[in-house]
């Protein structure tokens, strides 16, 4: 009985996001959903990839959070329009929760839509939220084994960024090791060594983000 009313709540969520999508797609705009742990740096690659992109797209961002509104503040500050989703203690986004945010934003003024997704490397990676793609953080602090104990996040995702890169020789991380895993799971993946904080990899992660925005405002 219990295990039938999760899959009716997870097909009625496919449906939302089934109808998110179209609705997007109707006005061009690209939908991307960023997952990783707390701290793994989503904010910080939002901000730097918005920093060199945007005078080629028009970029808002939903902030999820359990709660604050810190991330929406440093966004507000950049003048991104934005809109801070809290879950009030919920582990991940649901499409619904997207849904009812959607008609906050002026759609004909964007391109792009960031959402920053709970910090957690599980269940958001079960829930679709009419994402046009993913991008799955692992900073380089995690540990280089989290592929593995995380199976679904980095096997459901289009994107895997390996944040912290500038920090890769004091943690012993084993990228290689990280890429084969992330490939076993997932051979379609492409893989991006990054430093939110240098810059270094980006304009090779913004290369690949360009071709993905394209195809769909296309
Ligand atoms: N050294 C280093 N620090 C980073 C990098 N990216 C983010 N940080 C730091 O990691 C911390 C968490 O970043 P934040 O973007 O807030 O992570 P979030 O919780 O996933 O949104 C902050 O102190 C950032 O300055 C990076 O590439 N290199
Ligand atoms: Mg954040
Ligand atoms: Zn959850």
């Known amino acids: 009985m219990k295990i039938k009313v999760v899959h009716q709540i997870m097909e009625w969520n496919e449906d939302v996001s089934d109808e998110i999508k179209k609705e997007l797609a109707r006005e061009k705009v690209c939908l991307i959903n960023v997952m990783g742990s707390p701290g ?25 959070d359990i709660a604050g509104q810190i991330d929406a503040e440093k966004m507000k500050e950049m003048g991104i329009p934005v809109v801070q989703l809290n879950t009030d203690g919920a582990c991940h986004i649901e499409a619904m929760s997207i849904q ?21 490397l599980v ?20 540990g280089d084994d989290k592929v593995c104990k995380y199976p679904l996040m980095f096997a459901t995702t289009d994107a895997l960024v390996l944040n912290k890169y500038d920090m890769a020789e004091y943690f012993d991380f084993d990228t290689e090791r990280v890429i084969n895993d992330a490939v076993d799971v997932n051979p379609d993946v492409s893989v991006f060594k990054v430093s939110s904080k240098t810059g270094d990899g980006l304009s090779e992660l913004c290369e690949w983000l360009c071709k993905k925005i394209e195809k769909v405002m296309s």
Do not use: Q, W
């Open 40 to 64: 793994a740096g989503k904010t910080s690659l939002i901000t730097s990839i918005i920093n060199k992109l945007g005078d080629k797209y028009r970029f808002g961002v939903i902030e999820g």
């Open 100 to 120: 009812h945010i959607l008609p906050d934003f002026d759609m004909s003024e964007l391109d792009v839509i960031f959402v920053e997704n709970i910090g957690n």
């Open 123 to 142: 269940c958001p990676a079960e829930f679709n939220i009419g994402e046009d793609f993913r991008i799955a953080i692992l900073s380089v602090p995690e």
